[in-house]
């Protein structure tokens, strides 16, 4: 398994929680990470990604101020905090590896995606 996203569950909206993916080596190293998302008879959505060195984030416009991606190079993880929780948030969450930026678009294009995490958010 190259991308293995786990941390999911249910909360209360207001209320936190975070993600996190473990990745191989060869869709980690030297590359963008990122985390999807997709609700019910939904779309998938762009929810954020981090660059190689971390130095770069960028983030989806409807999470932008309250989910925040981090990863730690030397663990091959990376995290998604989700805070102030909103029932729209509900939907499985998907990690991405093997990411690289472009400058025509504003996150990543990714090679591999994992399995995904469910996120359910009650008001």
């Known amino acids: 398994v190259q991308l293995q996203a786990s941390g999911g ?22 590359y963008a990470m990122g985390w999807f998302r997709q609700a019910p008879e939904k779309e998938r959505e762009f929810v954020a990604a981090i660059s190689r060195s971390g130095d770069r984030t960028v983030y989806g416009d409807s999470v932008k101020g309250r989910f925040t991606i981090s990863r730690d190079n030397a663990k091959n993880t990376v995290d998604l905090q989700m805070n102030s929780l909103e029932s729209e948030d509900t939907a499985v969450y998907f990690c991405a590896g093997g990411g690289l930026f472009r400058s025509d678009r504003r996150e990543p ?15």
Do not use: D, I, M, P
């Not at 294009?109 to 008001?123: E, K, Y």
């Open 9 to 30: 569950g249910r909360v209360q909206a207001g209320n936190s929680l975070k993600l996190s993916c473990s990745a191989s080596e060869r869709v980690f190293n030297s």
């Open 109 to 123: 294009v990714f090679s591999t995606w994992g399995q995904g995490t469910l996120v359910t958010v009650s008001s």
